[in-house]
């Protein structure tokens, strides 16, 4: 039988492949809006603009964070690993938005994007995914609320709902995904188990077909090319799970305890 990979052998696997084509994606996005930045400053640069270091130690940070995503193998270090990627997002994103504030909508649009991302792009726990995303929307709360923001009061509202709506939809889903990938985890498991028992069978029915040879006198199979001899309950039980209890049917008690018989 092929070797099969275990349910969760599987499941990580296909977790780690997304969480690094998420950070790769990070990466690139961060890398290009960083090269923008500085078209932005002008060819007469006298030094690096804050949101320019910021976004280069994100760059940093996304790739290390790859390369330890590319050598976990066990469930622990890779959601430990997303988590860490994930607050690393938060604190640039913050960082950012306090050397540059931003008054407009795009703060709150990559923040409901970020929301996603972390819920249905970086698979963990949705306890670990809480606390990022929680110190997000604080972060966003705050703006929101800040007398200094140019929005409506009607415009805080709303933005406060969405941000509500898609943290409590997000939770959801990933919990109900958590749950489907344990159902899915159990009946591969199931699965397994009947094909090994299945072929435990079939090798077992396999190690006593055919013609088995037999003496006709001493009742000792033959083994080995005919150099050695066993008994027939030894010879089954090594090639079974059978075991044998001994006793003396009644026409050899009268042959070899007549006595015994008599008495």
């Known amino acids: 039988m092929s070797a099969l990979l275990a349910p969760d052998e599987i499941r990580l696997e296909s977790d780690r492949r997304l969480a690094i084509s998420t950070v790769a994606l990070i990466l690139g996005l961060d890398l290009a809006i960083m090269i923008l ?41 890779l959601e430990i690993t997303i988590f860490l990627a994930a607050l690393g997002v938060v604190a640039m994103v913050v960082a950012i938005r306090a050397v540059n504030p931003e008054s407009g909508t795009n703060a709150f649009a990559f923040d409901l994007v970020f929301i996603a991302t972390v819920f249905v792009a970086l698979p963990t726990r949705p306890t670990l995914q809480m606390i990022p995303v929680t110190l ?22 709303y933005f406060a709902i969405i941000y509500a709506a898609a943290v409590t939809i997000g939770y959801l889903a990933t919990a109900r995904r958590r749950d489907l990938e344990r159902d899915l985890s159990g009946a591969r498991n199931a699965e397994m188990e009947a094909l090994m028992d299945a072929e435990r069978a ?49 026409d050899c008690l009268v042959e070899h305890y007549p006595n015994v018989r008599a008495g």
């Open 37 to 77: 930045d500085l078209r932005r400053a002008g060819p007469g640069l006298a030094s690096v603009p804050p949101v320019v270091a910021i976004r280069l130690f994100g760059v940093v940070f996304a790739a290390m964070i790859a390369g330890l995503l590319t050598i976990v193998k066990t469930r622990k270090p």
């Open 136 to 157: 997000l929307c604080v972060a966003g709360g705050l703006r929101i609320f800040d007398p200094g923001t140019q929005i409506s009061d009607s415009d805080r509202v």
């Open 202 to 250: 079939k090798r077992e029915l396999q190690t006593l077909r055919g013609i088995i040879p037999i003496c006709s006198h001493c009742h000792r199979v033959r083994i080995e090319d005919g150099r050695l001899w066993e008994a027939v309950d030894m010879y089954v039980s090594r090639r079974t799970d059978a075991a044998f209890s001994h006793g003396v049917c009644p």
